[in-house]
């Protein structure tokens, strides 16, 4: 059984198409990278999967249930974990009371929330900088912050929007193995990336967008010669 | 503040010995004093639990609601009416007036939580004074002319009494139980997703958190304890009418008490209740009495002088500009 | 029983006119410094007094006092934006809202501490004089007001669209940041804005003078029906304030009529409450310029 079903999603603005008419399946366990240009519906998809927008069409499964047209706080309680493209981070809460935002509504009281808090900064290295304020933070650290809110809620799918955006080479690389660790703990998890590297070292699967339609699904090795990818991201001149 | 105070104390007794001497100053004071002293810092408590209440909305959720008092006012009217008309005790009159306050906050919420922003502060106006207008009106509940409890001996059992001494000890009371309640509520989980939502609701909801859920609980608290307080302003008083009870001018009152003291900090409406409530008793006793010439308002234009000073020069109120000069760095895990 | 009802329509659109004129410079000040400012009435009862002292002190009929009560309001709202408001410009909205506030609180006791709580009102050749058409009966107070409001309103809106500093004005409001890159000095913009506002208002204030009763808590009953003129109206809308206004005066007419006098603000006041929960962006808002 699938854990997240996507079927026939649309999403128009105005006259944009944005979504158009998406559908795929993620089983228990995946990693899932999803990929494609700048303006391709990535973002917007995961805002339709969160119910932070509605679909025009289509109707999204998660764990058997429908819930297309949730209200937005809905989904971390149902065990959807999201990150942002750009960081929102609680500018001045600590770092801690950030990162227990993941574990307060399914926790039983503050106490609860505040060890999941601290068990999710440990996780990603910033719990020696509990007591800080958020604001204080670099972007690197602010990125690591918003996954520890997401891992704090206890999610089994984990979407992360361009997490490794704005990072140096080595900070990929701790964050790569850090994904790794939250996937092996049985998180499915879904990544949009540009970063190629990181998902076709990471990713079992890779899906590939382009103006909001679904151009490519397979695995890494598949995706880099299907012609149409290469079509969508380098041009035709680049295809033989 | 109060971890601050509790860091404090650990590490000077200096401090332990200073709030035992406040708290035994507040508690002489009845007995030191003369009954204006007395009378005017019992209407301060009085305010500090509406202030409390009050900010429960405002400092930690971020809603600054200028219909406060119509909870008030409803408490107060509704444990007269109790008292006047069916003979109820009114122990358990204000505790009718806190649910009937609750059950009107809770159908306030509906339609005023879907204004945003400062139209929010607008619409709680526009609600209270739709209020007091509805009263102002209502023949079967006094109108204009108000309600008056006929005199009675004195009583525990009817909460009458001639001076305000053993007032002041019940209002402090009402004080000390609510603030108890309240501090627990904000260091807890409500507290907590307040804050969150103040900060950033965007991201309150994609952590699951439901801001109208949370919103709409503590704008029926808030309702709860100001419900309650009107109750007890009943009791003293013995007589209200819509303007002593349901006027814009008490939501101001507060809201000065609030930002003088210091809207993030708990104990600041507390401290700004103490402060500016006194002060402004003091001068409405010297310019002349609500009917009396030239300076009647004067107390209103000090509040104005006193909002603005505060806000322009000293924006975070009185216990955060202390806090701020604190050697030691009071916080601790975001909540204030 | 028909005759009545018009006669509260004709005297509800032109209260109305009024109201929108005065409510003119609150929308203005929303639109194009960003702040509601809540102490926005008290610039309307000052306007009121102006008039009044002129024609206590002087015997100058009130209408002639429109361009005394303009200046000295402008005067006022100068140094109120430079010194108070332009300082919380950038301040959460709450430290707004405490600002305005205060400033309702300073200038509502000030003058009640000055003139104390009793009503006046200014005596003209035309107070008592109504004319009739049909079976309406107009006061001649009431018409000469009105049409000057329109006046007023026609010129300001030339004012805005057709002279360099009223255009500048209107680009402040929608772009601060690239106004200024075009040299426009935003303060400056904004005190000069504030200024006319309630300068607007004043004036507004003085024809309200011949027809109301003045006293220094006016704007208490004022600032309700102004707020439910700008949000019914919406944001940056002058057609939008009109109508606003409009429908403001007849409903509070048609509830003086139908239930009592005293309870004639309650309707207003559902009104504003329901506007501000199903539709705060008001019926004409448009994110473009007045």
């Not at chain 1, 999967?49 to 809905?74: A, M, Q, S």
């Not at chain 2, 509704?78 to 649910?99: E, K, Q, R």
């Not at chain 3, 200024?195 to 109301?212: C, E, P, Q």
């Amino acid at each position: 059984m699938a854990l997240l079903s996507i079927n026939g999603l649309v999403k128009r603005f105005g006259g944009l198409v944005a979504v158009n008419d998406v559908s795929f399946k993620v089983g228990k366990g995946e990693l899932l990278g999803l990929i494609g240009p700048n303006g391709a519906g990535k973002t917007t998809l995961f805002d339709l999967v969160c119910h932070f927008l509605k679909p025009d069409e289509g109707t999204v499964i998660f764990k058997n249930r429908d819930i297309t047209n949730k209200p937005p706080y809905v989904s971390a309680v149902m065990g959807i974990g999201r990150t942002f493209q750009i960081v929102r981070p609680l500018l001045n809460l600590t770092v801690l009371d950030n990162a227990l935002a993941g574990a307060i509504v399914k926790a039983g009281g503050i106490e609860e929330a505040r060890n999941k808090g601290l068990e999710a900064l440990k996780l990603v290295g910033l719990n020696g900088k509990s007591s800080l304020k958020a604001g204080s933070l670099n972007i690197a650290e602010m990125k690591k912050l918003e996954l520890a809110r997401a891992v704090a809620s206890d999610p089994e799918l984990l979407l992360l929007d361009e997490i490794l955006a704005g990072l140096n080479a080595s900070e990929i690389d701790e964050s790569l193995k850090l994904l790794n660790k939250i996937h092996e703990s049985d998180v499915t998890i879904i990544m949009i990336e540009h970063v190629m590297r990181a998902v076709m070292k990471l990713s079992q699967r890779i899906i590939v967008l382009q103006e909001g339609r679904v151009i490519a699904d397979g695995s890494p090795k598949e995706i880099a010669n299907d012609k149409m990818v290469i079509k969508a991201y380098l041009g035709e001149r680049y295809l033989r | 503040m109060i971890e601050t105070v509790k860091t404090l104390a650990k590490k000077d007794k200096r401090l332990i010995v200073v709030s035992l001497v406040i708290a035994f100053t507040i508690l002489a004071i009845p007995f030191v004093g003369n009954p204006f002293i007395t009378h005017s810092f019992m209407l301060a408590f009085l305010y500090a639990s509406l202030a409390l209440s009050w900010n429960l909305l405002c400092g930690y959720c971020g809603f600054f609601s200028l219909g406060h008092h119509a909870y008030f006012g409803i408490g107060a009217y509704v444990t007269m009416i109790l008292m006047l008309f069916y003979d109820v005790n009114p122990w358990i009159g204000v505790i009718i007036s806190g649910l009937a306050a609750a059950i009107l906050a809770a159908a306030a919420s509906l339609p005023l939580f879907r204004a945003v922003g400062r139209w929010f502060t607008l619409a709680t106006l526009a609600f209270a004074e739709t209020i007091k207008l509805i009263f102002i009106n209502w023949d079967a509940v006094g109108a204009a002319r108000g309600l008056q409890l006929p005199v009675k001996p004195e009583s525990l059992y009817w909460l009458t009494f001639a001076g305000p001494e053993i007032y002041y000890y019940l209002i402090l009371g009402l004080l000390i139980i609510e603030a108890i309640i309240l501090y627990r509520i904000v260091r807890g989980k409500i507290g907590y997703c307040l804050q969150v939502i103040r900060e950033d609701e965007f991201t309150a909801m994609s952590a699951g958190i439901n801001p109208l859920r949370y919103k709409t609980i503590a704008m029926i608290i808030g309702g709860l304890f100001a419900g309650i307080t009107g109750g007890f302003y009943t009791t003293k008083y013995r007589f209200i009418d819509p303007f002593s009870t349901m006027d814009w001018i008490l939501s101001v009152e507060v809201a000065v008490c609030g930002i003088v003291g210091g809207l993030f900090s708990f104990a600041g409406p507390i401290v700004g209740s103490l402060i500016v409530i006194p002060v402004s008793f003091y001068v409405r006793s010297v310019f002349g009495g609500p009917l009396g010439g030239k300076f009647f308002g004067v107390h209103r234009l000090i509040y104005g002088c006193i909002l603005i000073a505060v806000v322009l020069v000293m924006p975070e109120g009185v216990l955060g500009w202390i806090e701020k000069r604190l050697p030691m760095s009071a916080r601790i895990s975001g909540e204030e | 029983m028909q005759a009545a009802i018009l006669q509260m329509i004709v005297t509800g659109v032109l209260l109305g006119l009024l109201y929108a004129f005065a409510s003119v410079g609150l929308n203005l000040i929303w639109g194009i410094i960003g702040i509601i400012n809540f102490s926005h009435a008290e610039y309307l009862m000052l306007g009121m007094f102006t008039a009044y002292w002129l024609y206590q002190l002087l015997g100058l009929d009130p209408l002639l006092s429109l361009p005394v009560a303009f200046v000295m309001t402008f005067l006022l709202g100068a140094v109120v934006q430079r010194f108070a408001i332009n300082r919380v410009l950038n301040a959460p909205p709450l430290t707004q809202v405490a600002v305005t506030f205060a400033l309702l609180l300073i200038i509502r006791y000030t003058a009640l501490m000055l003139w104390g709580p009793d009503s006046r009102s200014t005596i003209t050749w035309y107070s008592e004089k109504s004319l009739s058409v049909g079976s309406v009966l107009i006061s001649y107070s009431m018409l000469i007001s009105s049409i000057l409001a329109a006046l007023s309103t026609l010129l300001l809106f030339l004012f805005l669209t057709r002279t360099d500093t009223g255009i500048a004005l209107r680009a402040t409001a929608q772009d601060r940041v690239t106004a200024q890159l075009y040299g426009m000095d935003a303060t400056k913009m904004y005190t000069l804005a504030f200024a006319i506002a309630v300068g607007i208002t004043g004036l507004a204030g003085a024809l309200f003078s011949t027809i109301y009763w003045i006293m220094p808590e006016v704007g208490a009953i004022f600032s309700v029906l102004m707020y439910t003129v700008v949000v019914l109206g919406g944001l940056r809308s002058l057609l939008g304030c009109f109508v606003g206004g409009i429908i403001v005066g007849v409903v509070e007419c048609l509830s003086a009529f139908y239930i009592t006098p005293s309870m004639k603000d309650v309707p207003v006041f559902l009104l504003l409450l329901i506007i501000l929960v199903i539709k705060p962006s008001g019926l004409f808002a448009r994110k473009g310029a007045l």
